[in-house]
């Protein structure tokens, strides 16, 4: 997927491949991490350094992900996956790369 596709909000779940093809080919995106509980559904930008935690390599979507170019298109489907809750990444909103257009 090119990032000229702003408006498509995509879902990786046990796709570790694809996930990694989306990651790579937009990295100025965003990702939901869709755990299930509002502690740990959190929405970062790709360049987030939390999204690159070795422990993790191998098994990045055993919990789904959805992932856009489009911030706002994303804020809304975590709206509608979530039934708990969800927040932005801290660290993603302190460097200032999570804001809505």
Avoid: P
Avoid at 19 to 34: A, D, R, V
Avoid at 63 to 78: G, H
């Amino acid at each position: 997927m090119s990032e000229k596709a702003t408006n498509i909000v995509e879902s990786f779940h046990n796709d570790e491949i694809g996930y990694k093809e989306w990651f790579y080919s937009n990295l100025n995106g965003y990702i939901f991490n869709h755990f299930g509980t509002a502690e740990m559904n959190k929405l970062h930008h790709a360049s987030c350094s939390t999204l690159k935690t070795k422990k993790y390599e191998g098994r990045w979507t055993s919990y789904e992900k959805f992932c856009s170019n489009d911030l706002r298109a994303l804020v809304k489907e975590a709206d509608q996956v979530t039934k708990v809750g969800w927040s932005f990444c801290k660290l993603c909103e302190k460097k200032g790369l999570l804001f809505l257009r």
